[in-house]
Structure formats: structure tokens, C-alpha cells
């Protein structure tokens, strides 16, 4: 998932920094640092489960006019973001604006088919009954 929205950054924003793991030290601004906060796994039916990545995207810019501003730009770009044909949907996207950096939040839900193992199976079975 951090790799579909780096990409989609780097796609609309070529002179901006993306990062995808921990900012390092004496980072160049303004830039963006991609994380997955947490992510979620149910069963739906069958073999079939929900995925649920909660992601989030910090801004670091200058000027809360500028923040905010690109805060509604992602609302845009991470609403479908794509990357090598794989097309997302972000869902449930809000943001904070703390100690001038821009906080970024949003869901990503993916439908995953796990294949299930080949269980043999059963044999023939005979069954014989006796009324008393």
C-alpha cells in the first residue's frame, strides 16, 4: 500500500521529497513521509477477507495557508491512487494541521481471495442399521 501512494505523490508532486520509512535526520522540506498506521484483517465469507490499511501521510511545508492547501490537494490525489495498473479507493480521509506539520489520514479497504489448501476428500463409507 506505501507503495502506491509514494508513487502517486512522486507522480503529482516530481520536486517534493517522498519518504517511505523513518524521516531521517536533517530531512530536506517540504516533504512527504508515507506510513501504515495499522491494518486490519476480517473474514468476510468463505475464503474471501476485507483488508482495511490505515494510512497516513505527514507534510512537511511551511505556513499553515500552504498545509492546508495541500491538505485539500490530497483529498483529490489519494481519493483513487495508482501505481502500475493497481487503482485504490481512500476512504474516511481527514487531517490535522499540529506544530506546522500537516497530518494526513486515510483508509485503504482491499478485498483479498486467499487460496484455500487442497484437503482430501472423504472416502466412501458404508453405514449399517439395526432397529430394536
Not at 62 to 89: C, K, V, W
Not at 93 to 112: R, S
Request: aromatic fraction near 16%.
Amino acid at each position: 500500500m506505501v507503495d502506491v501512494v509514494v508513487a502517486t505523490l512522486k507522480k503529482e508532486y516530481p520536486t517534493i521529497h517522498v519518504y517511505d520509512e523513518n524521516v531521517p535526520q536533517g530531512f530536506i522540506t517540504p516533504s512527504f513521509f508515507v506510513y501504515v498506521i495499522s491494518t486490519e484483517n476480517e473474514r468476510v465469507i468463505g475464503r474471501r477477507y476485507l483488508r482495511e490499511y490505515k494510512m497516513a501521510v505527514r507534510y512537511f511545508g511551511s505556513g499553515y495557508t500552504q498545509l492546508r492547501n495541500m491538505a485539500f490537494e490530497l483529498f483529490d490525489i489519494l481519493e483513487y491512487p495508482e501505481y502500475q495498473g493497481i487503482t485504490l479507493h481512500g476512504v474516511k480521509m481527514h487531517y490535522v494541521i499540529e506544530d506546522e506539520v500537516l497530518h494526513f489520514f486515510f483508509d485503504i479497504k482491499v478485498y483479498i481471495d486467499k487460496q484455500m489448501e487442497d484437503v482430501p476428500l472423504m472416502d466412501n463409507m458404508t453405514v449399517s442399521e439395526k432397529l430394536i
